[in-house]
Nanobody
Framework: QVQLVESGGGLVQAGGSLRLSCAAS????????MGWFRQAPGKEREFVAA????????NYADSVKGRFTISRDNAKNTVYLQMNSLEAEDTAVYYC???????????????WGQGTQVAVSS
């Protein structure tokens, strides 16, 4: 069992940056791939980024490539999402998730956090 808690969301102007964190409980954190998803009002949850269990591989949605960076620190049981050059279209609730691989589908992941709100003003 893995419990996930996101933090770091907030309100930022377009062009600004935020860093999201996802703290995991449980000794098996380092055995899971981790992903970030987001859901905007009235839209389906969509894949943002994912990272392998050891941080050796990453995967990004086309919409965030070159702007967002996913990383992890297994010693701290934490995964991060650095978001730069934010746009109004990035406004959403951001969720972290743990699963067996860096898939882009929500059902590729077993465990989910409660989400953190990111709002970008234009």
């Amino acid at each position: 069992q893995v419990q996930l808690v996101e933090s770091g969301g907030g309100l930022v102007q377009a062009g600004g940056s935020l860093r999201l964190s996802c703290a995991a409980s449980g000794r098996t954190f380092s055995s899971y791939a981790m992903g970030w998803f987001r859901q905007a009002p009235g839209k389906e949850r969509e894949f943002v980024a994912a990272i392998t269990w050891n941080g050796g591989g990453t995967n990004y949605a086309d919409s965030v490539k070159g702007r967002f960076t996913i990383s992890r620190d297994n010693a701290k049981n934490t995964v991060y999402l650095q978001m730069n050059s934010l746009e109004a279209e990035d406004t959403a609730v951001y969720y972290c998730a743990a699963g067996p691989s860096t898939g882009w589908r929500h059902y590729d992941y077993y465990y989910w956090g409660q989400g953190t709100q990111v709002a970008v003003s234009s």
